[in-house]
């Protein structure tokens, strides 16, 4: 019998030494650096500047049609910029002009000001300059339009497109 006895105390002392959790003696450690670069970066938008309807023999004989449009710039938090138009695809030197199918022009301009006296031009000084980001958040800047009165234009649609761009 104690053969037996025997052969149970071992076979339970087995169990117990597989079942015991490793042992660390020591440890090291080291570090992962994480980084990432977030650089500038600026979206522009815009809105249309439609003037409806001209009336060259009544209503703008004498007074100018307004309207407006907004450029819209998101930028990355900080980023300061600066936002071009340029003078369309119908200029004439610095005159702005929209045209017809039938080559007739109709002269208009775009102002940064709602007086209508600081042209935004596409380079220096007529750009708008624009303060650092204050956050990714979009921002809306008006663009002021104006057709002198009393021009002699012909009956029609006329038209132009004006590129805006955005410097950062």
């Known amino acids: 019998m104690r053969h037996t006895s025997f052969r149970i105390l071992a076979a339970t002392t087995l169990v117990v030494v597989l079942c015991a959790p490793p042992t660390h003696a020591d440890s090291a ?18 809105t ?5 309807s001209y009336d060259p ?3 703008n ?17 900080g980023t300061t910029a600066a936002i071009g138009l340029d003078g369309g695809g119908n200029a004439n030197g610095t005159a702005r002009r929209m ?9 208009y301009e ?11 031009l596409n380079t220096g000084d007529g750009m708008l300059q624009i303060g650092a980001a204050p956050s990714k958040d979009p921002r809306s800047f008006t663009v002021y339009g104006r057709i002198a009165g009393s021009q002699d234009v012909p009956v029609g649609t006329f038209s132009d497109s004006v590129v805006a761009t955005v410097n950062f």
């Open 29 to 46: 450690t080291a570090v992962i650096t994480v980084s990432a670069t977030v650089k500038r970066n600026c979206l522009i938008t815009t």
């Open 48 to 52: 249309p500047l439609a003037y409806g």
């Open 57 to 59: 023999v009544g209503a």
């Open 61 to 77: 004989a004498t007074a100018p049609l307004d309207s407006t449009a907004t450029v819209v710039l998101s930028c990355t938090k």
């Open 99 to 107: 045209s017809n199918s039938a080559a007739a022009f109709l002269n």
């Open 110 to 120: 775009l102002y940064k000001d709602t007086a209508h006296t600081d042209v935004w």
